[in-house]
């Protein structure tokens, strides 16, 4: 099964079992009481399953699970989750977040709907992630929990990167992600270079170039069908862009995989 979402991420918890899946060509096994979190914006794939899997599946736009703001040190936590999004929740925290899932889908069931049905929502949502991070934390043995200093730059530079892996790497021009982020296209690529290090240029190439990479890496996507997908104006345009950015025709990568 392949997932490829714009502006949401997936939390897939594994209750009984096993399955294996591919995130940005990297391979998660996962066995009972594992959790990884698939961001918006990538390619991934669920390879396989034991006959015995017993799984929740929860789609969440990012807008609603991301609590910004919050007391945890949500950026550490969103960074160690991008490097490894797998972690593993004991028997208490795995019934939590069952319960949690079985008050979403029942809140969800009820006709006619109940006022405030979203804003319920986005509080089961965000208990469901505190409980997700919360894992995190006491495997990366991180029990420092302070209010989260966000500077008006890091703001910037995180709001980038939700924009563009909200497009899913169809826009691919800086004066996109600054109208909407309302700043100058001239301010917006010197902030990410302070924040980050590299470039708001070289973070858009390389997250173009990763999608391109998972689609033609999956065999399931001619090279035509990946330029439309990722919207270049034509396949010779998408060959020159992949050629410059990774010295190799996509064609000539596609082959080279198993």
Same mark, same amino acid.
């Given at each position: 099964?392949?997932?490829?979402? =714009?502006?949401? !991420? ?10 294996? &899946? ?6 998660? =096994?996962?066995?009972?009481?594992? &959790? ?6 990538? @390619?991934?794939?669920? %390879? ?9 599946? @929860? ?11 919050? %007391?945890?040190?949500? =950026? ?18 795995? !019934?939590? +977040? ?83 982020? +309302? ?8 902030? %990410? ?14 997250? @173009?170039?990763?999608?391109? =990479? ?12 990946? !330029? ?5 104006? !034509?396949?010779? &345009? ?21």
């Amino acid at each position: 099964m392949q997932i490829q979402l =714009k502006s949401m !991420s997936v939390f897939f918890f594994c209750i009984e079992g096993e399955a294996v &899946v591919e995130e940005s060509q990297k391979v998660h =096994k996962l066995a009972k009481g594992d &959790v990884i979190m698939l961001a918006g914006g990538y @390619v991934s794939e669920i %390879v396989s399953v034991s006959d015995n899997l017993r799984f929740m599946y @929860v789609a969440i736009e990012n807008s609603a699970y991301h609590p910004s703001r919050s %007391v945890f040190q949500i =950026k550490e936590l969103m960074e160690a989750l991008s490097h490894d999004p797998t972690c593993h929740l004991d028997e208490t925290m795995t !019934s939590e +977040c069952i319960a949690i899932y079985r008050l979403m889908r029942y809140r969800l069931g009820l006709h006619p709907s109940p006022p405030l049905t979203p804003d319920v929502m986005t509080g089961y949502v965000q208990a469901l992630t505190m409980i997700v991070f919360s894992a995190k934390m006491q495997e990366s043995k991180s029990t420092k929990v302070t209010k989260t200093d966000f500077s008006r730059k890091q703001d910037l530079y995180q709001g980038f990167m939700d924009e563009l892996k909200a497009t899913g790497g169809v826009e691919r021009g800086m004066a996109y992600y600054a109208d909407r982020l +309302c700043v100058t296209q001239r301010y917006l690529p010197r902030i %990410v270079k302070e924040v980050s290090g590299r470039f708001a240029s070289e973070h858009i190439d390389s997250f @173009v170039v990763d999608k391109a =990479k998972q689609l033609l890496s999956s065999h399931r996507y001619t090279v035509l069908q990946v !330029s439309e997908i990722l919207e270049f104006s !034509s396949h010779t &345009v998408f060959t020159k862009y992949f050629r410059k950015q990774t010295g190799q025709t996509p064609s000539d990568y596609q082959k080279s995989l198993p």
